[in-house]
């Protein structure tokens, strides 16, 4: 009796190691075919950049060789240093860093207040009025583009930095007070109750409680407003006149003569215009990440 029991015993371990084994095969299995798929879908979305950073070392006659040569030969350098020669690319690069900085902080910390007061205070008409700012996702950039410079001009503020800097303090964006509230609505109301109880005020749970708890949303609005602002093509276009206060955006247009075009300089402007972008991407990469499947888990 007690052998066939032991032997019985055996038999079942045998068939869950078995099972256990089957299953982690499986998941090997289902881990390589999706490392798989993503090492190639990452590969063939590198694959522009990769020419880009490629045809920034070459001469501007090898970047149209037909077969390609991904390979430069031999490595032009001395592009990189042309693009300092040909344009003030300091002055661009500090105007187009003063201008996103100062949209950053706006955009994050006003979009935030806003987003406080949708989500935890009360008021009359609150919900509609939110319906309201979301509604403004759906107007064009273009429908307000003429109004806007007409007010710039009247006010004297065309062929300065301000029109680029100074909307983003009045209300934020649209989508970042959306991804806020959002994340502002997974924490508890609790912890606003007890401050209050402890004679805080309205602003001080604000900064003090919601601000530090929601660092990876707000690390997100700040990598979206870094980049939408840094990329900025079209209201640089409209307000900026002089050389003095170009951002990088427009900056890269100067290259084009009437006649030709300096691929191999364009190229390496375009390198150098977009290495702070991946930088701070690959830094910030893990609260970016963080901040999306919150907001979007509720």
Not at 145 to 174: C, D, H, Q, Y
């Amino acid at each position: 009796m007690t052998e066939n029991h032991s032997e019985a015993k055996i038999n079942t371990y045998k068939v869950h190691f078995k099972l256990i084994k089957s299953e982690s095969r499986s998941k090997l299995i289902t881990k390589i075919i999706m490392y798989s798929l993503l090492i190639c879908f990452s590969i063939v979305y590198m694959i522009p950049f990769i020419w880009l950073l490629s045809s920034s070392l070459k001469t501007n006659a090898d970047i149209f060789l037909m077969p390609p040569k991904w390979i430069p030969n031999p490595f032009v350098w001395k592009n990189y240093l042309e693009v300092f020669i040909q344009v003030p690319f300091l002055r661009f690069l500090f105007n187009t860093s003063f201008v996103t900085i100062l949209v950053l902080v706006a955009n994050v910390f006003v979009s935030a207040m806003v987003a406080y007061a949708f989500s935890r205070l009360r008021a009359p008409g609150k919900n509609l009025l939110f319906i309201l700012v979301m509604s403004t996702m759906m107007l064009p950039g273009q429908v307000t583009m003429i109004p806007l410079f007409i007010m710039f001009k009247t006010v004297g503020w065309v062929n300065t930095l301000l029109p680029l800097i100074i909307p983003s303090f009045f209300g934020g964006s649209a989508l970042f007070i959306f991804l806020i509230r959002q994340y502002f609505s997974t924490i508890p109301k609790s912890l606003d109750e007890s401050a209050k109880i402890d004679g805080c005020s309205y602003f001080g749970t604000f900064t003090k409680i919601l601000l530090p708890l929601s660092k990876p949303i707000l690390i997100t609005v700040g990598i979206f407003s870094f980049m939408g602002t840094w990329n900025d093509f079209m209201g640089p276009l409209i307000y900026l006149q002089s050389m003095e206060n170009f951002t990088l955006a427009i900056g890269l247009n100067l290259f084009k003569t009437q006649y030709t075009q300096n691929w191999n300089y364009t190229m390496a402007y375009n390198v150098l215009m977009i290495a702070p972008l991946i930088a701070i991407f690959f830094f910030a990469q893990k609260s970016f990440i963080q901040g999306i499947v919150i907001t979007g888990n509720k």
